[in-house]
């Protein structure tokens, strides 16, 4: 049996019985501490209205002026603490006598931003504590600061190593709670990666491991308008390993809507793994007209952006469906100038949208899902979906995919798209519509050309670990 694998040695130091008291001067940080406030505040939002971290803390940087090595540290721990929830909670428990939920919830927000940096950052273990306190005195006084002092000591008592073998499943009669643990996942997710990996071994561990890495950031450059070479000059970036138009930033480029070809409309952001499932629909060959196509769920619009502009190279026209308000004014604007229509409404009622059945050449369903192909760039999100969720979705997901194929004409090509590995919402989905309808599944690697790793077929599952890009799944169907 392979054994855990251990930490890297970073995370180790040596421990006292007790943090040393705080003397002042540089180990301590200061007590106006707008980096840890920063990621204070985006865990509490995070839990108390259910906000996104990577969309609220930026926009907090930018009002607040926090910039530089305040900047990257508020990012570490914000987003380190949301990745790490469960973990963080469980080391927590153990060394709090009354239940979590009876702690107040301001407090835990707390406890978690100190416990994260005591187990998986290099700060001192006075100055972690020290720190932490202080936000506690500031906010809810010193009977509240004497508790979270008192549990951070507890917590600095042990190295993450120390507390992993202590509190995780034995890895030889629970491989995956122990693994689930040890990489800061739900053990559901773990299963539904073995699953789809169908291996509990090292690649599992790997698997896990790489949605804890901090992401690059993925650019797209319009078809059109700019290459990609181009790009990648213009932005400091390198060219995508696979994407015909896509350039990769370093983790921590900064923001990227502040890049000039972003603003300017030459390029937006974008996962390389979407910008190839979006191409890979206009890669098999069809007879005959080609030249409607149609997004049938494009909110926030990325997809239809570039399918947009690949229409307008060639002459054609894209229809667009987008059943919130508010995310289709976002695909008004990220596709203004390219031949798109967009309609307002629900893409399982296309009569009432004038779409009429048999007319479309392409047809790409981007279906809402569990997004656990994203959880590196949402970091929050492993903690927030549950099991239950799985069923609404795959329902949702089966009607559009049957949408799809009514909206195609014979010939044409429906591609589904997932940002998820889970079985019931890839394979499940398509083999159910396959079998009902009688579409042909095509061989989807054929549509994703040098890239390694794609498996056995027909479709096609992306992964962050073997391919840099968001685990998407994709299929083609031809009807």
């Not at 190593?161 to 689930?180: T, Y």
Request: hydrophobic share 40%; glycine share 8%.
């Amino acid at each position: 049996m392979t054994q855990p694998r251990r930490r890297p040695a970073r995370f180790s130091r040596p421990r006292t019985p007790h943090p040393p008291k705080p003397k002042g001067g540089p180990g301590r940080p200061p007590v106006d501490d707008p980096a840890r406030q920063a990621a204070l505040d985006t865990l509490r939002e995070v839990r108390a209205r259910d906000a996104y971290a990577n969309l609220l803390l930026p926009q907090i940087l930018r009002e607040r002026r926090i910039t530089g090595r305040d900047a990257a540290l508020a990012t570490e721990l914000a987003y380190g603490a949301c990745r790490c929830i469960g973990l963080l909670d469980q080391v927590l428990d153990a060394c709090i006598d009354r239940p979590l939920a009876k702690v107040e919830p301001a407090l835990l927000d707390v406890l978690r931003l100190g416990c994260y940096q005591l187990l998986r950052t290099r700060i001192p273990p006075h100055a972690a504590v020290a720190s932490t306190v202080d936000l506690v005195r500031a906010g809810h006084g010193s009977r509240s600061s004497g508790f979270v002092n008192a549990v951070l000591r507890k917590v600095s008592e042990r190295s993450e190593e120390e507390w992993l073998d202590s509190l995780a499943p034995d890895p030889e009669k629970d491989r995956i709670g122990n693994l689930a643990m040890r990489e800061a996942h739900p053990r559901w997710v773990a299963r539904v990666f073995a699953d789809s990996l169908g291996t509990t071994g090292d690649e599992l561990e790997t698997a896990l491991a790489a949605d804890n890495e901090r992401p690059a950031v993925h650019l797209v450059a319009r078809p059109g308008e700019i290459t990609a070479e181009e790009l990648a000059a213009m932005t400091g970036g390198e060219v995508a390993p696979y994407s015909p138009y896509g350039v990769r930033l370093a983790a921590g480029a900064g923001d990227p809507a502040g890049l000039d070809p972003v603003r300017e409309r030459l390029a937006s952001v974008q996962d390389e793994g979407s910008q190839l499932c979006a191409v890979a629909l206009t890669r098999p060959k069809l007879e005959g007209e080609d030249s409607r196509w149609l997004d049938l769920c494009a909110g926030p619009g990325g997809k239809s952006a570039l399918l947009g502009a690949l229409l307008a190279i060639q002459g054609g026209r894209l229809d667009a469906v987008e059943k919130a308000p508010h995310r289709a004014r976002l695909v008004e604007q990220s596709t203004q100038g390219l031949p798109i229509t967009v309609h307002v409404g629900d893409s399982r009622s296309p009569a009432a949208l004038g779409l009429e059945s048999g007319t479309f050449d392409r047809v790409l369903v981007d279906a809402p899902c569990t997004g656990l192909g994203s959880l590196r760039r949402r970091p929050e999100s492993r903690w927030r979906r549950q099991p239950s969720d799985v069923g609404e979705l795959t329902k949702l997901q089966r009607e559009l995919l049957l949408t799809a194929v009514d909206l195609v004409r014979p010939g044409g090509v429906v591609g589904y798209v997932v940002c998820s590995p889970h079985l019931s919402e890839t394979i499940g989905i398509v083999a159910d519509v396959v079998r009902r309808t009688g579409v042909t599944a095509l061989d989807t690697r054929e549509a994703f050309p040098d890239m390694p790793s794609l498996g056995d077929g027909p479709y096609v599952q992306l992964w962050p670990h073997r391919h840099g890009t968001d685990a998407m799944f994709c299929a083609l169907l031809r009807k």
